[in-house]
């Protein structure tokens, strides 16, 4: 039985067909946790955008930008964020799927010569009468998450200001390994790279 909280079958498919098994673990053990630290909350509070990832009752994906003023959205406790919805093309996409599904995946970015990225996959709620409403010019609905899974990405391919990235494979060139392949945490189970 496999007792992980990223992955499923699908995933160790691939896994194990690229050699990443240990890899992927070892991620989960070291980069996974369920409540926000101090430096999540900064990162995000901080951020002026985000990706909110959703499905309807049958699985029909769909993923939608959300974006506001660097404080939008606030880590409303250990496990939990809130952010605002904001009158939009009145298609309710996302937030019409959070009420047939409420499993949702958040991706914070920050771009540029500082790129990071952060995960945030939980559970959300929409109300039209949530007290932040109060502390949310222009919201017509607060979304909270509970978070299940909060864990940083690798930021390789997010591009630099010139719109690149030193990572992104190239004809004729060797790749460029990301530094922390090396960490002592990870060396053991990076698995050789895959050629096509």
Not at 48 to 62: E, Q
Not at 75 to 84: G, H, I, N
């Amino acid at each position: 039985m496999d007792a992980s909280t990223l992955y499923h079958a699908g995933n160790r498919e691939l896994q194990d067909a690229f050699g990443s098994r240990l890899l992927a673990d070892r991620l989960e053990q070291v980069t996974l946790h369920r409540t926000f630290t101090d430096s999540d909350r900064a990162f995000i509070e901080g951020a002026a955008f985000f990706f909110l990832a959703t499905a309807d009752a049958d699985g029909r994906p769909d993923c939608s930008f959300k974006g506001g003023l660097p404080g939008f959205v606030t880590v409303t406790s250990a496990d939990e964020l809130a952010f605002p919805d904001y009158d939009g093309n009145g298609m309710f996409k996302s937030l019409g799927n959070v009420l047939a599904n409420p499993a949702v995946g958040l991706l914070f970015i920050e771009m540029g010569a500082k790129a990071k990225r952060l995960r945030v996959n939980g559970t959300a709620t929409v109300s039209q009468d949530d007290p932040l409403m109060a502390a949310s010019p222009g919201a017509q609905l607060i979304v909270r998450v509970k978070a299940e899974a909060i864990f940083p990405n690798c930021p390789r391919y997010i591009p630099a200001p010139d719109g690149t990235s030193i990572y992104t494979p190239r004809e004729g060139e060797a790749p460029v390994e990301p530094v922390w392949k090396e960490f002592d945490v990870f060396r053991d189970v990076v698995p050789p790279r895959a050629r096509p």
